[in-house]
């Protein structure tokens, strides 16, 4: 069974940083994976906000392009996304994602398998 668990979210005026952290426990040996964060604001959809392969490639949302980076590090099983110039528009549920597979183009929530709980951001004016 892969557990998800995320951490690092809080309360965080505009312009300000936050680093959001992803505990992985696969449960069994892969070499191929994508994993991703995503985002849900109060009634709107949940959108896909960075991707990482499994070879370091990413993807970003055109949205947090230059303010945020997805990272990994793998000696630890951990993800992380780093924040920076936080906006209003950034507050939401942020979730932590993955998939089985190498492949981490798209960042429709779909085409993710195993999902976290999610932690929450606020990003006040």
């Known amino acids: 069974q892969v557990q998800l668990v995320e951490s690092g979210g809080g309360s965080v005026q505009a312009g300000g940083s936050l680093r959001l952290s992803c505990a992985v426990a696969?449960?069994?040996?892969?070499?191929?994976?994508?994993m991703g964060w995503f985002r849900q604001a109060p009634g709107k959809e949940r959108e896909g906000v960075a991707a990482?392969?499994?070879?370091?490639?990413?993807t970003y949302a055109d949205s947090v392009k230059d303010r945020f980076t997805i990272s990994k590090d793998n000696a630890k099983n951990t993800l992380y996304l780093q924040m920076n110039s936080l906006k209003p528009e950034d507050t939401a549920m942020y979730y932590c994602?993955?998939?089985?597979?190498?492949?981490?183009?798209?960042?429709?929530?779909?085409?993710?398998?195993?999902w976290g709980q999610g932690t929450q951001v606020t990003v006040s004016s």
């Open positions: 994602a993955a998939k089985p597979w190498s492949g981490c183009v798209s960042l429709r929530p779909i085409d993710f398998y195993y």
């Open positions: 696969w449960g069994y040996t892969h070499d191929n994976y994508c």
């Open positions: 990482i392969d499994s070879d370091g490639s990413t």
